[in-house]
């Protein structure tokens, strides 16, 4: 084993995550849950938007300025939930730790 302040545990054989699979559910799960609320509020927000133009009331327009905010706000955390679950997926198949390891010392230890 290298020695140094910061050398670490170098194992032969690369560990999986514990309770990966779960986690991988679970950002599924919210996947489903954000890409749903998201449809759900874009359809009341389409109505909100009719309701406004035929009515002109300010409660109309303020319902339909939050339901587009809360739209916005589903999509965007399904779509980090989304690439958090692209990173454990890759993680799981086939991650940096397959490669072999670097050399110790770096440019000047090789002169």
């Not at 989304?82 to 110790?104: E, F, H, I, V």
């Amino acid at each position: 084993m290298a020695g140094g302040k910061r050398a670490g545990d170098r194992s032969s054989e690369p560990t999986r995550a514990r309770g990966s699979g779960r986690t991988l559910a679970l950002h599924a799960l919210g996947i489903t849950v954000t890409v749903v609320a998201w449809g759900y509020l874009v359809w009341m927000a389409i109505d909100l938007g009719r309701a406004a133009r035929d009515d002109g009331s300010g409660v109309a327009w303020l319902l339909l300025a939050l339901a587009c905010l809360g739209a916005i706000a589903c999509l965007f955390i399904g779509l980090l939930l989304g690439g958090s679950a692209l990173r454990l997926l890759a993680g799981a198949n086939g991650s940096p730790t397959d490669q072999p390891p670097r050399p110790t010392g770096g440019k000047r230890a090789a002169r």
